[in-house]
């Protein structure tokens, strides 16, 4: 039995915009507007790209736009002035620290021995050296109910044991220069290029020729859901920005992406229940192709 229990506090956790910002993102928001001021988090929307890479090596593997973890941090270090380094998972103290781990072993978020992914938190180091405050601005509503922004404080024993054999990587993160952030040029010119534009066209065909229906709309469901959420912030990049041009056609395209991405849940508990889901691709080309025109009018 743990007699002295964890204790969890909601906060904002520093004012950041948690709901337009993913688990590995919405953590390093929070130290770059801790470091560098407020609305420093907002530097991560200022990108408007169609990346994608496959899901796995398997051939036949669904293309994603998600990157791999160590990408995600280094461009999103940049843009936020960030010096991250990896450190050894064994030592939790000395924080703040930024931690990526396997969300089912995490117990403070919906994910708990639920789903497997990758999900951020911060560890700070306490008055008392044998607890450790767990910080955590990830803000969404899952199917298994809500995340939202909080402070958790625990015994590092406690801790310790949630997060062994989590996949626990750690990172010590110092100030620094920030980076430039992408010009709205730079946004057009890679959302108009012929490449990009075979990239959506190839993307699109990927997931509606896939064998696996199931599948397919499992995966366009997170899939939807990310690119919903980075168009969003970078929505909320032009709205800060007194410079922008379409500021209000990026929130309107935001509000769109947001629509369709619960279109795509609605289609996914239909195909789990063994019924056809309505036409999801069509929907799908029409808005990465509207990314472009957003990049078009916003370099105007």
């Known amino acids: 039995m743990i007699e002295d229990p964890t204790r969890t506090v909601p906060r904002d956790a520093g004012g950041v915009h948690a709901s337009v910002m993913d688990c590995i993102q919405v953590n ?18 200022a990108p408007l790209r169609f990346d994608v890479r496959p899901l796995d090596p398997s051939p036949g593997a669904l293309p994603t736009v998600e990157p791999e973890l160590d990408e995600r941090v280094a ?3 940049r843009l936020l002035g960030l010096a991250t380094s990896e450190r050894d998972a064994a030592d939790l103290t000395g924080g703040p620290l930024y931690a990526v781990a396997d969300a089912y072993a995490l117990p403070w978020g919906p994910y708990f021995e639920r789903q497997h992914m990758e999900h951020s938190f911060l560890v700070l180091d306490e008055e008392d050296p044998d607890r450790a405050t ?15 922004p909080g402070w958790h404080s625990y015994p590092r024993d406690e801790l310790d044991a949630h997060l062994a054999g989590a996949g626990l990587r750690l990172f010590d993160v110092e100030p620094c220069t920030p980076g430039d952030p992408p010009a709205p040029e730079a946004n057009r010119d890679h959302l108009t290029a012929a490449e990009t534009d075979a990239a959506r066209d190839r993307y699109v065909a990927a997931y509606r020729e896939h064998p696996d229906p199931k599948a397919s709309v499992e995966r366009l469901t997170l899939e939807t859901w990310l690119l919903a959420r ?18 209000d056609r990026a929130r309107d395209h935001a509000r769109a992406w947001a629509g369709f991405a619960e279109q795509v849940y609605v289609g996914l508990r239909r195909v789990r229940r063994d019924r056809p889901a309505p036409d999801l691709y069509g929907p799908l080309a029409d808005l990465l192709a509207e990314d472009a025109e957003l990049a078009e009018r916003s370099a105007a």
């Open 28 to 45: 390093l928001g929070v130290l770059a507007d801790r470091f560098h001021g407020t609305d420093t988090h907002l530097r991560l929307g």
């Open 230 to 247: 980075d168009r969003a912030l970078h929505a909320a990049w032009q709205r800060a920005d007194p410079r922008a041009k379409a500021a």
């Open 134 to 148: 767990v910080v955590d601005a990830y803000h969404n509503d899952t199917e298994w109910g809500p995340a939202r």
């Open 75 to 77: 461009s999103a270090a």
